[in-house]
């Protein structure tokens, strides 16, 4: 099956159109977007692999900010051990899942992998990327399921938290104050 969505950032001015092929074996997510930050014009690119779990076991993000174009790719072996451009980074070891800043498609990853049950929780470690900071850390997330297509999303231990509404394929319709999916199409997938 395969999903091609449109979605509309909020917070950072940005259009982006992702498309996600999900198979037996895992999924692959190929996505573009295109906005304004700071009065200048930005376009990202990611590529995300995941198993059948939901697990990213690699991801690559093309940059183009300030009339630089930058390409960094992660990969992932066993349960978090992560390598940057082909080399070990420590820091981020541990993170199962990731979070790219400027697409609400990552918050597909952990709702999808974590199989919550109404009104149940769990805390995270994630490998955060800030694409427009330049900056990827490790972070604790967590998610509680508020229903059965609304879950409420949490920086911990800092104060944001924010609602995300979903699909019945854990795709994010409404990201409160940062995204809105504005269009969805599906084709069945070869």
Request: aromatic content about 12%; charged content about 30%.
């Amino acid at each position: 099956m395969q999903k091609n969505i449109l979605w509309a950032g909020i917070e950072y001015h940005s259009l982006e159109n992702c498309i996600v092929t999900i198979t037996d074996k895992g999924s692959e997510i190929n996505s573009s977007i295109i906005g304004t930050y700071a009065d200048e014009l930005y376009k990202i690119e990611y590529r995300i692999r995941t198993n059948q779990y939901w697990e990213t076991t690699f991801f690559e993000i093309k940059s183009q900010l300030h009339n630089e174009v930058e390409i960094t790719d992660f990969r992932k072996e066993g349960k978090g051990k992560w390598y940057v451009n082909g080399q070990p980074d420590e820091k981020l070891n541990g993170c199962i899942d990731i979070d790219i800043s400027l697409t609400p498609f990552t918050n597909t990853l952990p709702i999808n992998r974590l199989k919550l049950l109404e009104k149940e929780d769990e805390q995270i470690k994630v490998l955060y990327v800030d694409v427009l900071g330049k900056k990827m850390r490790s972070v604790q997330q967590k998610y509680t399921r508020l229903s059965q297509a609304e879950y409420k999303f949490e920086n911990v231990p800092n104060d944001f938290e924010s609602v995300i509404s979903v699909d019945d394929l854990g795709l994010v319709v409404k990201y409160s104050g940062l995204f809105e999916r504005a269009y969805i199409t599906e084709s069945n997938y070869c």
